[in-house]
């Protein structure tokens, strides 16, 4: 199995659970928003959250997929700079949002947290076990 290639990633069947669910937690978070009423700067936030996420976690499957094929120094080394540039993209992210008024920069940052969330009800109900 190649490690670039998209189709053949061992985490391809992870993220294709996690996005999903994602998508619909951020949908019950801006939801929730909506109590307040409607915002264009949450919807934009939210979005752009699970977006970044997206990415993040695209970015950061291929780099664990290279690193794995990689020596030990050269792994430690792809995956501080992949945190690094994800830390920083997101920090940048949200200044933006929060300097412009464009964005909702909580909208940007919980998605974040919703793979972490997702993976631990997933191994505590035992479903990352099976198959």
Do not use: H
Request: charged share 15%; hydrophobic share 50%.
């Amino acid at each position: 199995m190649k490690s670039n290639d998209p189709k053949g990633s061992v985490l391809r069947p992870l993220l294709k659970r996690i996005y999903p669910v994602s998508a619909v937690m951020t949908a019950v978070c801006f939801a929730v928003t909506l109590i307040w009423g409607f915002s264009a700067e949450n919807l934009i936030g939210f979005a752009l959250g699970w977006g970044y996420m997206c990415l993040c976690y695209e970015y950061l499957a291929r780099v664990c997929e290279r690193a794995v094929a990689s020596e030990k120094s050269r792994a430690v080394r792809m995956m501080r700079v992949c945190y690094a540039v994800r830390f920083a993209g997101l920090f940048i992210l949200c200044a933006a949002a929060a300097l412009t008024g464009l964005a909702n920069f909580t909208g940007i940052l919980l998605p974040q947290f919703f793979p972490k969330i997702i993976l631990m009800f997933s191994e505590m109900s035992g479903s990352s076990k099976k198959g």
